[in-house]
């Protein structure tokens, strides 16, 4: 058995290969144990193939009265999480990687389950360079949901709505988009425009139809609500009147899932990323764990992401359902090198790495 390296004697790269290290080594022995898990493409096809049947199931049960609105979104929501963990091991070419035509089936059937975000063709490349320069200025894959942002009514309700947090912020994701396409070393002045139209129309087709539905249904019932409080009667034309009782049903059976689940991920994931004074590819500085048991609600519709999403940035491989069985020995080895568990003191420092001088260190409520 090897000895145990002492964390004071090691650099913060030597810490964060003894985790990764430690991470695979947890991974070769678990799939000794479970061989049927090395079985990871039809492993993957498995989710996807449950997952999309449940939120179909789901809203089924919904539009023929069986089951309440109240029970349809959170269970579609659970569903789609799902499929989010998914993407992100997409992306990361974990399933089907010799089959690039089925990673793309699977990618584009996640994004129609999932409007509400950017293309998963498109955020593969955000996300590839958020590894390598996760909480810098361009970062922009997590600079889009809020990380880095200081806390009030803006920051939150940007975190349920991708458009919001581009409308109601312009300057800084503009800036957060150059800052982005200057690090991709465009080899022209036409290459770097070409970069901007690309992001410019990240969401379309999917997202742009998504969000012009999702807005149009949230001013009407808006103005439905208003309207009357200001005394003005309010009578909508048939075809109108129809046309927002399918919005509603859509809302129940897809818009608020996507809502539920994006401002969950949104919440836990720009929390527990640090922005904006971390080194470059310095791992250790990237994220903390951050799983209090009063995230437990907003974990449910994110695949308790809070917990297992910084073994990934050590562990880029393993995907989403290794990482949370091999949760406990990650998060052992993780606290010995010294990766922070449960700083709250990121609500209060818009997410900022560095503590001021004689702040204690936020209390560690973590389960081991």
């Not at 179909?56 to 609105?69: D, F, K, R, T």
């Not at 957060?176 to 969401?203: C, D």
């Not at 919005?247 to 994931?269: E, G, K, Q």
Request: overall charge positive; some cysteine; glycine content about 6%.
């Amino acid at each position: 058995m090897n000895e145990r390296p002492d964390p004071a004697t090691l650099s913060d790269a030597r810490k964060a290969e003894h985790i990764k290290d430690t991470v695979l080594a947890a991974g070769v022995a678990l799939r000794a144990r479970h061989p049927w898990l090395k079985h990871q493409d039809a492993i993957g096809a498995t989710i996807m193939a449950v997952s999309l049947l449940g939120m179909i199931a789901s809203g089924a049960l919904y539009v023929q009265g069986l089951i309440p609105w109240w029970v349809c979104v959170p269970v579609t929501a659970i569903f789609a999480s799902f499929i989010h963990e998914l993407e992100h091991d997409l992306i990361h070419l974990m399933y089907f990687r010799k089959k690039p035509w089925a990673n793309d089936l699977m990618l584009a059937l996640g994004w129609l389950a999932r409007a509400s975000t950017v293309s998963p063709f498109l955020r593969r490349k955000l996300h590839l360079h958020h590894h390598k320069f996760s909480g810098t200025e361009s970062d922009l894959e997590e600079r889009g949901i809020t990380n880095g942002e200081r806390w009030g009514l803006r920051r939150f309700f940007m975190l349920g709505d991708n458009m919001l947090a581009v409308y109601l912020r312009p300057k800084t994701m503009l800036r957060a988009t150059k800052a982005y396409i200057r690090a991709q070393k465009p080899v022209s002045a036409a290459a770097a425009k070409a970069m901007g139209r690309e992001q410019l129309h990240a969401y379309f087709p999917l997202g742009t139809l998504y969000y012009a539905l999702f807005h149009a249904w949230v001013v009407a019932h808006l103005a439905l609500f208003a309207l009357p409080l200001a005394g003005a009667s309010v009578a909508l034309p048939a075809w109108a009147a129809t046309a927002l009782g399918w919005l509603d049903v859509f809302a129940v059976v897809y818009m608020l899932p996507c809502l539920l689940r994006t401002f969950c991920l949104h919440f836990i994931s720009s929390n527990m990323h640090y922005y904006g004074d971390v080194e470059a590819r310095n791992v250790m500085q990237q994220c903390q764990v951050l799983n209090p048991w009063w995230l437990m609600p907003l974990q449910l519709f994110c695949f308790n992401f809070g917990s297992t999403h910084a073994i990934h940035h050590f562990a880029v491989k393993e995907p989403f359902y290794i990482r949370q069985w091999n949760a406990g020995a990650a998060h052992r080895v993780m606290r010995e090198m010294g990766v922070r568990f449960n700083d709250f003191g990121t609500f209060r420092r818009a997410n900022r790495f560095r503590r001021a001088e004689g702040t204690a260190p936020a209390m560690d409520m973590a389960a081991g």
